[in-house]
């Protein structure tokens, strides 16, 4: 008994597994599977509404990626969904992050980028071309660093605060 549950048990956790890494399509949506570049790669489609491409790509703890999407649309977007996270949210939209996403990657997943159009915005036509680059980085991202601290008064005027005269 105890061997047949162990069994259920393994099933269950590699059936969810491979659901946490496959994604979930909306209609007419077509994946296409990407393998991490070694150099810049230019992804180029049409975000057609119930017809767009859809793209996975593996990322490893520790590389540094730079993520770019452009179009002339101001109604055609991108999120990345990170496939291994429990929730849906997106990792990154440029609706409201920005066209650039830079970061360093924390731990070995797959993420799902998927350029869109708004539905929810009047707009003309049904899709709109795109171009995503994927730039694999040699350097980490630029970060918020603190303010570094004024360098400590060597006994010098500031031309703000000049010196005292010697009395």
């Given at each position: 008994?105890?061997?047949?549950?162990?069994?259920a048990?393994?099933?269950?956790?590699?059936?969810?597994?491979?659901?946490?890494?496959s994604?979930?399509?909306?209609?007419?949506?077509?994946?296409?599977?990407?393998?991490?570049?070694?150099?810049?790669?230019?992804?180029?489609?049409?975000?057609?509404?119930?017809?767009g491409?859809?793209?996975?790509?593996?990322?490893?703890?520790?590389?540094?990626?730079?993520?770019?999407?452009?179009?002339?649309?101001?109604?055609?977007?991108?999120?990345?969904?990170?496939?291994?996270?429990?929730?849906?949210?997106?990792?990154?939209?440029?609706?409201?992050?920005?066209?650039?996403?830079?970061?360093?990657?924390?731990?070995?997943?797959?993420?799902?980028?998927?350029?869109?159009?708004?539905?929810?915005?009047?707009?003309?036509?049904?899709g709109?071309?795109?171009?995503?680059?994927?730039?694999?980085?040699?350097?980490?991202?630029?970060?918020?660093?603190?303010?570094?601290?004024?360098p400590?008064?060597?006994?010098?005027?500031?031309?703000?605060?000049?010196?005292?005269?010697?009395?």
């Amino acid at each position: 008994m105890r061997k047949a549950l162990a069994t259920a048990l393994v099933y269950a956790l590699l059936a969810f597994s491979a659901q946490a890494q496959s994604p979930e399509l909306q209609p007419g949506e077509r994946l296409e599977k990407l393998q991490f570049p070694a150099a810049t790669m230019e992804l180029k489609g049409w975000t057609k509404f119930g017809n767009g491409r859809v793209y996975t790509l593996p990322v490893k703890a520790g590389q540094h990626v730079k993520v770019s999407f452009s179009t002339k649309s101001k109604f055609a977007f991108l999120a990345i969904f990170d496939l291994a996270a429990p929730d849906d949210e997106a990792i990154f939209g440029t609706d409201e992050d920005g066209e650039t996403y830079n970061v360093t990657v924390k731990n070995n997943t797959t993420w799902l980028l998927r350029p869109y159009y708004s539905k929810a915005s009047p707009r003309r036509g049904l899709g709109a071309p795109y171009s995503i680059l994927v730039e694999p980085q040699t350097a980490p991202p630029p970060s918020a660093a603190p303010a570094t601290p004024a360098p400590a008064n060597d006994g010098k005027p500031s031309p703000l605060f000049p010196a005292r005269p010697q009395q």
